[in-house]
């Protein structure tokens, strides 16, 4: 099943995606979180380019798994931006995703300032992956 995440930020939105055989993620590009929220032509030409079956938000937690504050927020534009695509809609658990990207960034050599326009999409693809491994351990048991 090939799948498209969002990591969704007041300013940015990440976007990932599967492989065709839904087995790998990866960082795609990076977007105005406006340009997606309005199904720019630039969003709608990577929906054009992947073809995905489901979309996959990130939900955001805090470290004792509650909502964060921004949740309400985050799923409601998440609810949004799928009924635009008419795609169904999963959240994946996204706590320390971009933590994480920011490791993986800096140990590539990156700066902080060459990194920021990267973290999202790499935080994106982080937690896509996680669902999809989850998925198919569900499918294996």
């Known amino acids: 099943m090939r799948a498209l995440a969002l990591d969704i930020g007041e300013v940015r939105i990440g976007v990932a995606a599967t492989d065709a055989s ?15 929220l309005s ?5 709608r030409m990577i929906l054009e380019d992947y073809e ?18 921004q949740a309400e927020k985050i ?7 799928a009924s635009a695509c008419g795609l169904p809609l999963e959240f994946a658990d996204e706590r ?3 933590q994480e990207a920011k490791r993986i960034l800096r140990a590539e050599g990156l700066s902080e300032k060459s990194m920021r326009g990267k ?3 790499v935080a994106a693809s982080l937690f896509l992956q996680a669902w999809l491994d989850a998925h198919r351990e569900q499918a294996n048991q």
């Open 52 to 69: 995905p079956e489901v979309l996959v938000c990130g939900r955001p937690k805090t470290l004792s798994g509650e909502d964060g504050p």
């Open 22 to 36: 839904g087995t790998i993620a990866s960082p795609v590009k990076v977007l105005p979180a406006q340009e997606v």
């Open 119 to 121: 973290v999202d999409m």
């Open 39 to 43: 199904m720019s032509r630039t969003f």
């Open 96 to 98: 320390l995703s971009s």
């Open 75 to 81: 799923m409601a534009q998440a609810r949004q931006i």
